[in-house]
């Protein structure tokens, strides 16, 4: 086991100050969702991808110069399907060239067929300490048809397994609007969630991507499929249900016990600054929006070539910044300070919206007062409506 001295200090001081992700693309198989960049029994690249990762590590940290993590999340893909002396390497290089708090959360996703209590012992003593578990529904049918691994009791038996080798934030993804699925069913999901003591959870509604197997099925059998209304019936059932075991709403598709809400995905809804690290990842940094390379190829050719693999950037304007501290910031309960919105846009949408606030107070969607602005629960469904009127 190793404990890098930079990787556990609790200073705060350094003004550089972003939130790292880093991607794994590769995974055992796709599942009948997805649409992401991830390459399905692809072992023989993982290597060549590994050692990259460690490479675009250290150019990034040439670039930013020294820094604190906010925070760190590993995500996929299928991170539990890092081979654990690659997951421990991208550890102790990240250790090496940033500083990481010790009570900065530092995060990993995982399917649960692969956790296993040396596993969870491992990625524990690498310094994780909070788990993302991509369970999407306990039921065994349920996530057999949309492409899942896992049984009912896998799902179960890594919950346990995890929080007995020390993890207390393991965080659960359910998904709602899956064929066959019931208010019943979730009412199921959710008993478990009880039972096991789940402190946060993400709930999203299934998307029918283009060039995805459910897209197919969906195309084929549409009847198999919940309509819009029944969709959206489900997704209010499980915000109940979140509601009756203690987890509280704070971001449209997000629960939580006190003390647990993401701190990683809360740097994404705020817009603070985070970087991307490997295939397709994604950055925002002093102001720009960054977009690593989507080809594996071409990703591993400029690495080798001591190049951030970065093919677009923009640097926001006031107006696009606004815009999108909008569409990020409305997501959340706790909504947006319009000083905030003065401060990093120097627009003034309570006095420069007013009519457009009233419009929508009154129509139920939102609530203002000299402080802030959020959504109502009506709000937070018809959200498109809202940013219609506030960006027009």
Known sequence: ?????????????????????????????????CDFRAFPYQEK?????????????????????????????????????????????????????????????????????DVTGPFARAIYRMGFNRVSLGVQT???????YIGRRHTKEQAI?????????????????????LPGQTKRTIA?????????????????????????RMHRQFMEKPADFPDEDEERALAHFAAQEAEKIGLQRYEISNYAKEGYASQHNTSYWKLKDYIGIGLSAASYYRGSHEKNTDSLREYLQWID?????????EKLSNEQLYTELLLTGLRLKEGIRFSEL??????SPETEK??????????GLITFDDRRMGLTARGTDLLDTVLLELLD
């Open 138 to 144: 306990f039921h065994t049918g349920l996530a057999e």
């Open 188 to 212: 199921e999901d959710f008993a478990l969630l009880r039972e096991l003591n789940i402190p946060h959870l993400s709930v999203y509604a299934l998307t029918l991507a283009e060039h995805t």
């Open 157 to 177: 038996q890594a919950v346990q397994t995890l929080q007995e080798e020390g993890f207390t934030n393991v965080s659960v993804d359910l998904m709602t609007g």
């Open 1 to 33: 086991m190793y404990r890098s001295r930079r990787f556990w200090p609790c200073s705060n001081t350094m003004k550089n100050k972003f939130a790292l992700y880093v991607h794994w693309p590769f995974c055992h198989a796709r599942c009948a969702y």
């Open 305 to 313: 070539r001591h190049r951030i693999p970065v093919i677009e950037r």
């Open 45 to 113: 690249r993982i290597p060549a991808y590994a050692d990259a990762l460690q490479k675009e590590i250290r150019l990034r940290r040439n670039e930013t110069g020294e820094a604190v993590l906010s925070s760190l999340y590993f995500g996929g893909g299928t991170p539990s399907y890092i081979p654990l002396e690659y997951l421990s390497a991208a550890m102790q290089t990240i250790a090496a060239h940033f500083v990481l708090p010790k009570d900065r959360e530092k995060t990993i996703e995982l399917n649960p067929e």
């Open 354 to 363: 007013k009519e457009a606030f009233v419009r929508l107070r009154e129509g």
């Open 342 to 347: 003065r401060r990093r846009t120097g627009f």
